[in-house]
């Protein structure tokens, strides 16, 4: 498995997965109801039928990943990115966690 992050376009199966799916964008965070209330890796789609609903997204994380069927584009300019999210995701991911809580005991 390659390390995290895949560049865009690549193209997945997840675990228990039934349908392919595109890496679309990177570090999602959630809103709304969202029952997991966390923050994911990767935003998707179905592939190769792409965005069908734009309110609709596959939200998952790099040990999600069962298998990959082809890596999208990687040039400078996509290691020089793959670093910075390296860098900032815990971070990220920390203060999703932080605000959810902060917000959810706001509503008690």
């Known amino acids: 498995m390659k390390e995290k992050f895949l560049p ?7 675990k228990n997965g039934v349908k392919n799916v595109m890496i679309m964008s990177y570090l999602i ?6 029952q997991h209330k966390e923050m994911y890796d990767y935003g998707g789609c179905a592939f190769p039928e792409g965005v069908i609903d734009s309110k609709v997204g596959i939200g998952f994380n790099h040990d999600q990943i069962e298998e990959i069927i082809h890596v ?10 793959n670093t910075t999210l390296k860098e900032v ?10 605000t959810i809580a902060e917000t ?3 509503g008690e």
């Open 8 to 14: 865009i376009g690549s193209v997945v199966r997840l």
């Open 29 to 34: 965070f959630p809103t709304g109801n969202d």
């Open 72 to 81: 999208g584009l990687e040039d400078d300019e996509f290691n020089q990115l």
């Open 89 to 98: 995701c815990e971070t990220f991911r920390e203060e999703y966690k932080k």
């Open 104 to 106: 959810e005991n706001k």
